[in-house]
Nanobody, 115 residues
Framework: QVQLVESGGGMVRPGGSLTLSCRVS????????LGWYRQQSGNHRQWIAT???????NVLNTLGGRFTISRDIAESTIYLQMDNLKPEDTAVYYC?????????WGQGTQVTVSS
């Protein structure tokens, strides 16, 4: 069964940090590049980071280096470390393959940045 399950969201104050996790089915993890996306209220879902099968990372440059994507191969899990969070980072965060597969969207995890 193909699954990508996000976790780790929550509420944090501006300037704070969060680490999101996405547990990925092994069949998907070993076959595709993976990434993080987010959907801010009223906006389309947006790509924000990729980690390729070879471990090369790429993060949306408008995030100013605040976000880092990584993975644990043994755990079939990818992570998104988010630092110096801003209110505009408030969104539902999702993981998926890159490019995304519409059949793989999960529930996402809500991140709220507010004082």
């Amino acid at each position: 069964q193909v699954q990508l399950v996000e976790s780790g969201g929550g509420m944090v104050r501006p300037g704070g940090s969060l680490t999101l996790s996405c547990r990925v089915s092994r069949s998907i993890f070993s076959a595709y590049g993976l990434g993080w996306y987010r959907q801010q209220s009223g906006n389309h879902r947006q790509w924000i980071a990729t980690i390729t099968q070879g471990g090369i990372t790429n993060v949306l440059n408008t995030l100013g280096g605040r976000f880092t994507i990584s993975r644990d191969i043994a755990e079939s899990t990818i992570y998104l470390q988010m630092d110096n969070l801003k209110p505009e980072d408030t969104a539902v965060y999702y993981c998926n393959t890159v490019p995304y597969n519409p059949n793989y969207w999960g529930q996402g995890t809500q991140v709220t940045v507010s004082s």
